[in-house]
């Protein structure tokens, strides 16, 4: 979804429990009770770690009537034990808290977080025509997952599943890419048929990141 500016953007997120926003992590909100949660200046990589968002997730146990804002900025400095974390915290938002990622690549951000929550973009910008962050080999599979037919997906799903390298995280990265495909050509086209594939795609994600079997979810998520 697109934003004008933002004071719309504002309004956006008064009512909405978790907003993903693609812009710089150095944007100003203007959000009033806005508590803003970084990357520790005390470790040397910037990342956002598990125990910080545990830290903020207690902040929001708190009986509140007033709107309450939490950024997260930027999100995809969140390492994955973070990013599970907090998934299970905004999947049952409280009364009056509201969850903010901003980062120029939602797309980074793992797919249950951005299939649970609502992704922005100013209108000004041209990140549907930016293609996905990944090699040409990753890029052609995802391509494939998307287009196969029923009678082509068990050959992908053989040739995905005997990567010799690291099988299972590049099985991931080619999900992910089909699925940062699938959302920008919907958002690009609107057409309803990348938006009906999505849940498959991702329930596929969560159950390869699970150490679920690839070449048989692929086959069973995807039909």
């Known amino acids: 979804m697109f934003f004008e500016d933002l004071n719309q953007l504002k309004s956006i997120i008064h009512h909405t429990s978790c907003a993903i926003v693609g812009m710089s992590p150095d944007t100003e909100l203007g959000l009033d009770f806005a508590t803003i949660l970084r990357p520790s200046e005390d470790k040397k990589t910037q ?5 910080q968002i545990r830290d903020l997730i207690s902040h929001t146990n708190n009986h509140e009537t007033s709107e309450r804002f939490f950024i997260i900025t930027p999100a ?26 901003l980062t120029q690549n939602p797309a980074s951000l793992l797919p249950t977080i951005l299939s649970r929550a609502q992704v922005f973009y100013p209108k000004s910008t041209n990140i549907l025509d930016q293609p996905p962050s990944a090699q040409t080999k990753i890029m052609d599979y995802a391509k ?46 609107n057409n309803q048929k990348f938006l009906t594939k999505l849940p498959n795609f991702i329930k596929l994600y969560e159950n390869v990141s699970q150490n679920g079997h690839i070449k048989l979810h692929i086959v ?3 039909l």
């Open 144 to 189: 494939k997952l998307i287009s196969a037919s029923p009678t082509e997906l068990a050959t992908v799903a053989t040739e995905i599943s005997k990567q010799k390298n690291q099988p299972r995280e590049q099985a991931l990265e080619i999900i992910g890419t089909a699925i940062e495909l699938l959302y920008k050509s919907y958002f690009k086209t």
């Open 76 to 101: 995809d400095a969140m390492n994955d034990a973070a990013q599970n974390a907090f998934l299970k915290t905004f999947e049952e938002p409280k009364p009056h808290c509201h969850f903010v990622l």
């Open 220 to 222: 069973a998520d995807l």
């Open 47 to 51: 990342t956002i770690t598990v125990e």
